[in-house]
């Protein structure tokens, strides 16, 4: 097809760069936007752009938050002495979402790869061992049931072994080969709750 | 189980074809290159979601088309009723339902559909290389268990990811324990299971061999393992760590399940370099009425049985023989150029 409208063109691109949407789907997005009302559409740019500007990572747990400490960091009523270990912050939102968990969070930003050049270093292990010298008493690991997450696991329970910290491992419960992310959360509340 | 009925769109050569089909035998008869194996071949993809011939769906796609479909309606031994329909798009790939159900992940459907297949090829499993053997393996146990078939997709991620990390490695020795521990999990789950398969099939592999030579050879079947000392997770574990600097001087992941093998043993000898090519094919015939009949006490249900091509050079009698020995349920489905070979009742598909 030759004939284009380069500005919708242009949104059409970066859509279709956007995780899921492929060009069909970016194309449909892009004639919603123009039926739509000018004010809804400055509304979603308006909130694109704060999320861009806002959010930022909490220097403590690496969990993402407008507010440096985050709100779960700075909660008094939150257990201290516990910290669960997660890949990324959507795992929090799914952890969060069950009410079942107290403690704190770390965030390490990925899962040890060596296909993608993702050695333990390029993940937050260090700031991690730096949070325990404190009141912490127990470290649950919860990456991913991927094999990178489990890799991880085994990684980090090495490295926590000589600090004196009990370590759990909560995802072997879980289906193998699965993500937390879609873990259905049940299993997830269990393997939170039974972790001993 | 069986196959009732199958739909074809657009596979192989055909552009539109319905056949039905009898429990027992069906012989596919026609003269070379009339689409007898491309039958088979679709009857393969509605119970393993892919071909025995090639590994790219794309070849069974009918020349200049865009898409085929495969309809496959089973009957279950308890009176349940399965379709399962595969639509392949060039460029897009494969989309599965299963009773107008879609079938996300495709390593959870392996297995519903039992299925025991035998071609030509397979002859490689007595006289070729080790891989043809632990293909084997891997597709008769990953039917009858999801714990070797997850373990096994694990394992072959991980044997990637440590193969990447001795291409480049810097004595990071933790990082290597770290995937070797993650490793032993697996391997132990694989080398477990298929011992317990071998033990279980080869009483019957040695008598089905005795059965189909008539004579009084002694069929054996052992796993070599390319490490020594297998009981537990912890042992793969240390031997891995023990052979760790030739794996760092080859930089390449040598030793656990993607390395082992398996010798058929004849009266003691290697049937491999030994066996003359009528042993081999006795063997393997042999090896597959026992794995019809691990199949059949595994899952519960008789599995399909495909032979494609490989009574050509048999006379009648070997084939009666042969099929003597399996139940009046299986359903079997053989090609042939020769009906003169089957003189038994049986259901005609002509060519
Ligand atoms: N993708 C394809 N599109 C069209 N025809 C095909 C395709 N693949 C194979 N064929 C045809 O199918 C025939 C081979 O069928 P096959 O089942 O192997 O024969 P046989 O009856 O000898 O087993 C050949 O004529 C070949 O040209
Ligand atoms: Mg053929
Ligand atoms: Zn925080």
Not at chain 2, 57 to 76: C, H, I, P
Not at chain 2, 172 to 190: A, P
Not at chain 2, 193 to 206: D, G, H, M, T, Y
Not at chain 2, 269 to 296: D, P, V
């Amino acid at each position: 097809m030759n004939y284009q409208i380069n500005s919708l063109n242009l949104l059409i691109e970066n859509l279709a760069k956007l995780p899921g949407i492929g060009k069909k789907t970016a194309q449909r997005l892009a004639f919603h936007v123009l039926k739509t009302e000018r004010e809804e559409i400055a509304e979603l740019a308006k909130a694109l752009l704060a999320v861009k500007d806002n959010v930022k990572s909490c220097s403590v747990c690496f969990n993402i938050t407008e507010n440096d400490p985050c709100e779960i960091c700075v909660n008094p009523r939150r257990d201290k002495t516990i910290i669960c270990v997660v890949e990324e912050a959507s795992n929090v939102i799914t952890i969060e979402r069950l009410n079942e968990y107290r403690g704190l969070y770390h965030i390490l930003g990925g899962a040890l790869s060596p296909l993608n050049g993702i050695t333990p270093e390029k993940l937050k292990v260090r700031e991690l061992l730096s949070r325990l010298s404190g009141e912490v008493e127990e470290i649950i690991l919860a990456t991913n049931p991927t094999i990178e997450g489990e890799a991880t696991a085994i990684y980090l329970a090495k490295v926590l072994k000589n600090i004196g910290v009990k370590v759990t491992r909560i995802a072997r419960g879980l289906p193998m080969g699965g993500d937390i992310e879609y873990a259905d959360e049940v299993t997830l509340a269990k393997a939170i709750a039974n972790r001993n | 189980m069986f196959l009732k009925q199958i739909s074809l769109t657009n596979f192989r050569n055909q552009q539109e074809a319905k056949f039905d089909f009898k429990q027992g035998i069906n012989v596919f008869i026609g003269k070379n290159g009339q689409g007898k194996t491309n039958l088979a071949e679709a009857i393969h993809y509605l119970c393993f979601l892919k071909s025995f011939r090639t590994s790219s769906d794309e070849f069974a796609l009918k020349k200049s088309e865009k898409q085929f479909q495969l309809t496959g309606n089973f009957n279950f031994k308890d009176g349940s009723e399965s379709e399962v329909i595969l639509l392949y798009t060039k460029n897009e790939g494969k989309l599965v339902s299963q009773n107008h159900k879609s079938v996300a992940k495709f390593s959870d459907f392996i297995g519903s559909h039992p299925c025991v297949c035998l071609s030509l090829e397979d002859l490689a499993i007595s006289n070729g290389s080790p891989s043809e053997r632990r293909k084997f393996l891997d597709v008769v146990i990953s039917q009858t268990s999801k714990v070797y078939l997850d373990s096994l997709i694990r394992y072959g991620k991980v044997i990637k990811q440590k193969n990447k990390l001795l291409e480049n490695y810097e004595n990071q020795s933790d990082l290597l324990d770290t995937w070797d521990e993650e490793l032993s999990v697996y391997c132990f789950e694989i080398i477990k299971r298929r011992r317990e398969f071998l033990k279980r099939i080869i009483p019957n592999l040695s008598y089905f061999y005795k059965k189909l030579s008539g004579g009084k050879e002694e069929v054996t079947c052992v796993y070599e393992s390319s490490l020594e000392n297998t009981e537990t997770q912890a042992d793969i574990f240390n031997e891995l760590t023990r052979k760790r600097k030739i794996e760092v001087a080859k930089k390449t992941a040598s030793f656990g399940i993607h390395r082992d093998d398996l010798t058929f043993k004849l009266n003691g000898f290697n049937a491999k370099g030994f066996a003359s090519q009528g042993q081999h094919k006795t063997l393997i015939l042999a090896l597959k009425l026992a794995e019809i009949e691990f199949m059949k006490s595994e899952v519960g249900e008789e599995p399909i049985t495909i032979f494609d091509d490989v009574f050509s050079e048999l006379d009648e009698q070997r084939i009666g023989e042969f099929f003597g020995l399996l139940s009046k349920e299986t359903q079997v489905f053989v090609t042939t150029t020769n009906l003169d070979l089957f003189e038994k009742e049986v259901w005609k598909i002509k060519f």
